[in-house]
Structures are given as structure tokens and as C-alpha cells.
């Protein structure tokens, strides 16, 4: 009986676990559409550092596009792409970076270089589930992942890898995660030679950066011109 009752209990606990787990994922994912939806002074400063070249933009910092701005960038470069299945990515980005504290701008923009937005050009596979070229090098395509939530969360924890000394916050996933040097790569800049061998890569996620932070404001700037004429109509 005491078996049987011991073995009760560790299962109750573990299940306490995952129902504060996935309570605690639903918060932060409420948070972030909150976050994510205010273009105040905050935003603005974000806004400058991403032109801004001369001042290395830091990893772990907040993003700026929301899930509808990240989908209307990647299909203005890549028509084909299905809506629902860019939307669900953008999500995952969103909310994995979030809970890690990671800049989900950054991690989508690096995503749209690996994968040169989704048509998956390169090494690897799109049913690897890997967006960002974990373990791929010149002919071999890296890592798999079980699915795209589990790929995008790799990412973002491999990004933590690079640029924090912090604990994770989730199950690690990243199966490349220990052979980092954790905090070698604090910037966007530093990814260069590092992530990948190119001296050029994250300037390369900095132009993709840039990119994306104009397009929502002309596209913030269209939406208001209606609004605006009205106004001076009345």
C-alpha cells in the first residue's frame, strides 16, 4: 500500500508540474501579445538601434514586430508560403523567445537568413524542423527536431547559449547547447563566426533586421493615412 501510495503521489506532483508549466507558457504568451502590440517611446528606441550600425544590438533584449507584422514581412519576400503555417512560426518565435528572454526579431530575422524565408534552400531539409542550421556544415544537413515548436525552441535556446550565462527556463532541447561557450556572443555581431563561418552573418541578420523594422512602419504609416484624412475631413 505504501508503494502504491508513494507512486500516487510522485504522479499527482509531476502533474502539478506540467499544469504550472503550461499556466506559466499561457502568461507569458499574454504578456508578449501585450508587449508586442505597443509601438511607445520603448519601441522607438528599439526602432533607432536596429538602423543604428555603429551600436552592437544585444541578443537578449525585447523584439518589436508583433505575429501579424513577422507573417506580412516573410510573405512579402516569399508569396508562396502558406499563411497558416508562417502565422503558427511567427507564434512559436514569439513566445519561445519570450520565456528565454531572447529578441524574437532577431531570432525570426536570422531564421528568414538560414532559410531564406521558408523555401529552405540550403542544407537542410524543411522536415528537419531546423530553422536556423543547427549542426548543418557544407553538405551536411545538422540536427532534426521532432517538430517545429521543439526546432524554434532549439534556436532560441541555442541563441541563449551564445549570448547569457542564465539557466534555461524550459527542458533543454538544443542537442549542440553544451559545446557553446556560454555569453561568447552578447551582440547580433558576434554570431559572426561563430553561429556560422561567414563574416558576414550577422550583418547579414542586421539587414534582415532593418528590413523588417521599415516595413512595419511604412505599413503602420499607410494604415493611419486613412485615419488621419478622415480627421482632417471632420
Not at 29 to 34: G, Q
Not at 68 to 77: A, S
Request: proline share 3%; aromatic share 6%; with cysteine.
Amino acid at each position: 500500500m505504501m508503494i502504491v501510495r508513494v507512486g500516487k503521489e510522485i504522479t499527482e506532483m509531476k502533474t502539478r508540474r506540467k499544469l504550472l508549466k503550461d499556466l506559466m507558457i499561457l502568461l507569458l504568451s499574454s504578456v508578449t501579445a501585450l508587449l508586442v502590440s505597443c509601438r511607445g517611446p520603448g519601441c522607438e528606441r528599439l526602432r533607432v538601434s536596429y538602423f543604428d550600425v555603429s551600436r552592437p544590438l544585444p541578443v537578449m533584449s525585447c523584439g518589436l514586430a508583433t505575429e501579424h507584422d513577422l507573417v506580412r514581412f516573410l510573405l512579402e519576400t516569399n508569396p508562396q508560403a502558406h499563411v497558416s503555417e508562417v502565422s503558427a512560426i511567427a507564434q512559436h518565435y514569439i513566445e519561445e523567445s519570450l520565456i528565454e528572454g531572447v529578441n524574437h526579431d532577431i531570432a525570426f530575422c536570422q531564421m528568414c537568413v538560414e532559410t531564406n524565408f521558408l523555401r529552405f534552400t540550403g542544407d537542410v531539409d524543411r522536415r528537419q524542423n531546423n530553422f536556423a542550421g543547427i549542426g548543418a556544415t557544407g553538405g551536411v544537413p545538422g540536427d532534426s527536431f521532432e517538430s517545429v515548436q521543439i526546432g524554434i525552441r532549439a534556436q532560441i535556446q541555442h541563441l541563449k547559449a551564445y549570448a547569457s550565462r542564465r539557466r534555461l527556463r524550459l527542458r533543454l532541447v538544443d542537442p549542440r547547447f553544451g559545446k557553446v561557450r556560454r555569453g561568447s556572443a552578447r551582440h547580433v555581431e558576434d554570431l559572426s563566426g561563430r553561429w556560422a563561418t561567414d563574416p558576414d552573418y550577422g550583418a547579414k541578420i542586421r539587414e534582415k533586421l532593418r528590413s523588417l523594422t521599415k516595413w512595419i512602419y511604412e505599413a503602420d504609416d499607410l494604415a493611419e493615412e486613412p485615419h488621419n484624412k478622415r480627421n482632417l475631413a471632420g
